[in-house]
């Protein structure tokens, strides 16, 4: 699989116990081994090294123009996959002082050419910092227990073991927070959310570099089907668990059964495309793409890319691009326009929930690509909002879903209830009995009170108590 290759794994924010694996299954696949930058075909870095840190990391001056710099799920996808991944969208997406060949994406990433128009007009936000291309997260240490644990986080999903599934992304929450890299099985139960028994995971993680329990879900042919089944598009646990149920294990099996729906056959249709995430710059060369159409139909829109692209992260999974006017009448039918003006060009290539009517909101769900030889396709989804719902928007499409989760729980303590369609207060609940909120999930709304003003993300924010946050703050609350 990666024979002829000679890699150097940089160490940094991977851990020894993960570095150690990534070399012996290298090995094993046939790729030798480099001692430094200077004489690889690839460098491989951990997914939480930013653009500012590489450099500190990485002597540019060693590289080879033909050097490639990937980030270490470039490995771990190829081992998943059995066979070798194209290096493109494990690219580190960042320039180094000197130009890197193919490895290095070289665009500007700080947002589409129409993006945000007419920013101005929706209400001051607090000033930013100017954007860079990737956003200054701090390197996480723990990355690969991460990715173990949303293993598992994926598996308890897909049995609609919520609960389990939940405790796991609380602690996931909790590492991405942890300043330094686990050393002790003590360091693991300090952390927030995290029992003995998640802290005996995370520590066999630490010393193993994988998780038991995962790997014999990974060996049961059930559940290796069930996880398969819920990365089509279209599909739940629930269809999934029928499809298993009914025999099929396989996505071969699925396509040839005859009982897909629209959606399913397209999610089959384009899976591993959906599956893979793209670079920034590719995300963002999408959202240009709606942008600059949806404003030759009607100049003055605002249009913002939402989603992980303007949480500034650098690989993105599907484009979300928010469209709304200061004048409501402008976006009448606008949508409809937008829609048949990209697929005349061949942009959109299928959909997945199309509007109906001509009023607002409304919303579209499908796929792109961009004309390119080799360009995947992508998912994306364009909403198009009134102006007095515009903030709402925002703050819910922009993420992250734990950041939402918190914020709505927190409304909801306050008499309140937060949503993408606006702020109300003085809302009245049935109150249950055994839930913690006081508000159990599902309480009735007796009384939907009335709408609060928020004329701007800001404004949302300082209604619930909370001070301003700007959208790379906002995995978690």
Known sequence: MFVGSRVY?????????????????????GAEIADSEKDATHVVVAECVDRERLPKLIDSKKLSPSTRIVRS????????NASLASTMPYALTCDLPHECG????????????????????????PEEPARKECADVPVNRNVHIIEQLQAMVETYQSTKDHWRALSYERAIMALKRHPTEITSWEEARSLPKVGERLADKIWEIVERGKLRKLEEFQGQERLTALQLFTKIWGSGPSTAERWVHQG???????????????????????????????????????????????????????????????????????VDVLISHAELSALDGLLNRLLQLLRSSGFLTDGLAVPHGTGVPSKYMGVCRIDRPGSKHRRLDVFVIPPDELACALLAYTGSAHFNRSLRLRARRMGMALSDRGLRQGVW?????????????????????SLVSTPTEASILEHLGLSYRPPEQREQL
Request: with cysteine; glycine share 14%.
């Open 9 to 29: 794994v940089v160490p940094t924010g991977m851990g020894k116990p993960r570095v150690q694996l990534f070399l012996k299954k290298l090995v094993e696949h």
């Open 73 to 80: 799920a470039w490995i771990s996808d190829s081992l998943k």
């Open 102 to 125: 193919e490895t290095v994406l070289n665009s500007d990433c700080a947002g589409p050419s129409g993006a945000e128009v007419g920013a101005a007009d929706h209400g001051k936000e």
């Open 248 to 318: 099929f294990t396989t996505l071969e099996e699925l396509a040839s059964s005859g009982q897909l729906t629209g959606q399913q056959k397209i999610g089959l249709k384009h899976f591993h495309d959906f599956l893979e995430k793209m670079p920034r710059e590719e995300a963002g060369e999408i959202a240009d793409t709606v942008a600059k159409a949806a404003l030759s139909l009607q100049p003055g829109l605002t249009v913002v890319p939402c989603g992980s692209y303007r949480r500034g992260k650098s690989m993105c999974g599907d």
């Open 429 to 449: 609940r049935k109150v249950g009995i055994g839930s913690h909120t006081g508000f159990p999930r599902g309480a009735e709304k007796r009384s939907l009170g």
